[in-house]
């Protein structure tokens, strides 16, 4: 038995073309699962990059609310009314349908940025920065009488919106552009 086994092997030279389609056909069914899958875990990858820049400018915002109070008198920071709709001058705030007028405080990324909050903060899908003058944070109170301050991101890239005017509460449930 091992003798023959043997001359088998001896005799055996390579694969024979059968066994080498085989083997190509295997690789490309593993190659066609494998691709849309790494695919989709970068695209979830960039998704959750937005968010995290959304995050972090809020919490910047935080910081400046912190120090200077909702302050009309900051410096670089626009204070304006909101309609009745809930449209903060030309961005609607999704889910705010209290109705009611209120002043809001505007902090585009360019202030963040020039209060050294930030320096760049790159858009993964480009890897150029943001849009500065039109992605910010909105600081309000939904009611007159709340206590707390709401704060609502917007996000821009050069050529696309990532994130519509949210709350902060709702960024981890919205569905990244």
Known sequence: MKKWLQRIWKEEKGLT????????????????????????????TKKEAHKANARQMIEAAKQI????????????????????DGTLGTAVVEGDDSGNNKEVMEITLNELESAGYFTGIKDPESNNNYSGSSSAVYVYKKNSSDKAYTYAVKLEGNSNTYIKTIEEKDIDKYKVQ
């Open 65 to 84: 609310v912190a120090i200077s109070g909702f302050n009309p008198d900051t410096p670089n920071v626009s204070v304006y009314p909101v309609n009745n």
């Open 17 to 44: 073309l059968i066994e080498l389609l085989a083997v190509i056909v295997i690789l490309g069914i593993i190659a066609a699962i494998a691709v849309p899958a790494i695919t989709g875990i970068t695209s979830n």
